[in-house]
């Protein structure tokens, strides 16, 4: 009987231990789920204690992320919300900055095991809307403790990347406190501080479709444009524009007007030439103008691309389509490439041409170049 008693005592202290361990795995759960579990914007907002008014206005701010830590922290990130560089409150997300402009900074409030932090990306320089490595990390990225000015991982090194969008990217850095002894942490994934507009739906093989949708031009005035105004091109950009396009419009049945930034013309007034081209280019419009000076008139030919005189050569605007007046072009003053060298080629049909030209951006935005090279033509 001794051995039995013994043996269900035995048997009770076992289950009593493993309760206990149970019990203190359960205690511990929040730090070890977030080491196994990507962890999300509401445990952020748990940890930080927000209001039930900043809980609502960040939750549609709460952006998907892909990032793991590891090292002197360790855990995955799948949510994060843009926060403010002095508090725990949400602000509003990145917005894709227009060419030239500068790129925002990145301020994401996130769980990393059991406590938050505010990753900070801040990228130089300014977009030209394509895709940018970034290697040289001093003062680029921090990673520092909401709350815990100690805790601040500010000497990176490695690699952060952008997309086109200038909002989302992915890092992959070593990151390292200002502290005697401190280890190194390592950030890899995809992040975003913002969320990139979807470009609108069309049919891709359709001549001039993306410039009709992209600036939701009006039914009628795409139905014109279908008939009479989208013509053929066969033009290459490379540089700071890189795409190949292949139909751009010319509508010269609405008025239209030569010279700088003209629009919705093809031929000759007196001893000027003209042909404007507008198109759009993954989620950018443009207008291409091309005009030549030559008295008493302009005929076929060979022509500088640059700027000659009254000859305005080859220029290229960024801009929109008003959809309110017809199609109208409503180039940006502000985004812009005058030619630099190249020549353009006039057909005897007056109509079309080629080009092989090198342009440049005004004053301190010089050392933004594009080359077009091709075929080009006003009207059929």
Same mark, same amino acid.
């Given at each position: 009987?001794?051995?039995?008693?013994?043996?269900?005592?035995?048997?009770?202290?076992?289950?009593?231990?493993?309760?206990?361990?149970?019990?203190?795995?359960?205690?511990?759960?929040?730090?070890?789920?977030?080491?196994?579990?990507?962890?999300?914007?509401?445990?952020?907002?748990?940890?930080?204690?927000?209001?039930?008014?900043?809980?609502?206005?960040?939750?549609?701010?709460?952006?998907?992320?892909?990032?793991?830590?590891?090292?002197?922290?360790?855990?995955?990130?799948?949510?994060?919300?843009?926060?403010?560089?002095?508090?725990?409150?949400?602000?509003?997300?990145?917005?894709?900055?227009?060419?030239?402009? /500068?790129?925002?900074? #990145?301020? =994401?409030?996130?769980? %990393?095991?059991?406590? $938050?932090?505010?990753? &900070?990306?801040?990228?130089? +320089?300014?977009?030209?809307?394509?895709?940018?490595?970034?290697?040289?990390?001093?003062?680029?990225?921090?990673?520092?403790?909401?709350?815990?000015?100690?805790?601040?991982?500010?000497?990176?090194?490695?690699?952060?990347?952008?997309?086109?969008?200038?909002?989302?990217?992915?890092?992959?850095?070593?990151?390292?406190?200002?502290?005697?002894?401190?280890?190194?942490?390592?950030?890899?994934?995809?992040?975003?501080?913002?969320?990139?507009?979807?470009?609108?739906?069309?049919?891709?093989?359709?001549?001039?479709?993306?410039?009709?949708?992209?600036?939701?031009?009006?039914?009628?005035?795409?139905?014109?444009?279908?008939?009479?105004?989208?013509?053929?091109?066969?033009?290459?950009?490379? /540089?700071?524009?890189? #795409?190949? =396009?292949?139909?751009? %419009?010319?509508?010269? $049945?609405?008025?239209? &007007?030569?010279?700088?930034? +003209?629009?919705?013309?093809?031929?000759?007034?007196?001893?000027?030439?003209?042909?404007?081209?507008?198109?759009?280019?993954?989620?950018?419009?443009?207008?291409?103008?091309?005009?030549?000076?030559?008295?008493?008139?302009?005929?076929?030919?060979?022509?500088?691309?640059?700027?000659?005189?009254?000859?305005?050569?080859?220029?290229?605007?960024?801009?929109?389509?008003?959809?309110?007046?017809?199609?109208?072009?409503?180039?940006?003053?502000?985004?812009?490439?005058?030619?630099?060298?190249?020549?353009?080629?006039?057909?005897?049909?007056?109509?079309?041409?080629?080009?092989?030209?090198?342009?440049?951006?005004?004053?301190?935005?010089?050392?933004?170049?594009?080359?077009?090279?091709?075929?080009?033509?006003?009207? #059929?």
């Amino acid at each position: 009987m001794r051995w039995m008693v013994a043996s269900v005592i035995a048997l009770i202290l076992l289950v009593g231990v493993g309760g206990v361990a149970i019990a203190h795995f359960r205690s511990g759960s929040v730090p070890v789920a977030s080491l196994t579990k990507p962890s999300t914007c509401a445990q952020a907002y748990k940890l930080l204690g927000l209001r039930p008014s900043q809980i609502t206005a960040a939750q549609p701010v709460c952006l998907v992320q892909s990032l793991k830590f590891s090292g002197e922290l360790t855990g995955a990130v799948a949510e994060a919300y843009p926060v403010g560089s002095n508090d725990a409150g949400p602000t509003t997300m990145c917005t894709e900055p227009k060419r030239w402009d /500068g790129y925002p900074q #990145a301020l =994401l409030a996130m769980v %990393v095991g059991a406590k $938050t932090y505010r990753l &900070r990306i801040t990228p130089p +320089g300014n977009s030209e809307h394509q895709s940018l490595v970034i290697s040289n990390l001093a003062n680029v990225v921090e990673l520092a403790e909401v709350g815990d000015p100690k805790a601040d991982w500010n000497q990176a090194t490695g690699t952060v990347t952008l997309n086109s969008d200038g909002i989302t990217g992915t890092i992959d850095a070593d990151l390292l406190r200002d502290v005697a002894g401190a280890q190194p942490l390592h950030v890899k994934g995809a992040w975003a501080c913002g969320a990139p507009q979807p470009l609108p739906t069309f049919d891709a093989g359709a001549p001039c479709a993306s410039f009709y949708a992209l600036n939701q031009l009006q039914a009628a005035d795409v139905a014109r444009m279908k008939a009479s105004a989208c013509n053929a091109q066969d033009l290459s950009f490379s /540089g700071d524009i890189n #795409a190949h =396009l292949t139909s751009a %419009v010319t509508d010269t $049945t609405t008025p239209g &007007r030569p010279g700088y930034e +003209g629009d919705n013309f093809c031929g000759s007034i007196n001893d000027e030439y003209g042909a404007t081209l507008k198109f759009s280019l993954g989620d950018e419009s443009f207008l291409l103008d091309l005009g030549v000076q030559s008295y008493p008139s302009v005929g076929p030919g060979q022509y500088s691309a640059h700027e000659n005189g009254s000859s305005i050569g080859v220029m290229l605007f960024l801009g929109q389509a008003d959809a309110s007046n017809q199609g109208q072009f409503v180039p940006d003053d502000q985004v812009f490439w005058l030619g630099r060298s190249g020549t353009i080629t006039i057909n005897p049909d007056m109509k079309s041409g080629t080009m092989d030209a090198v342009l440049a951006g005004p004053l301190e935005h010089a050392g933004s170049t594009v080359h077009i090279s091709g075929s080009w033509r006003c009207a #059929a």
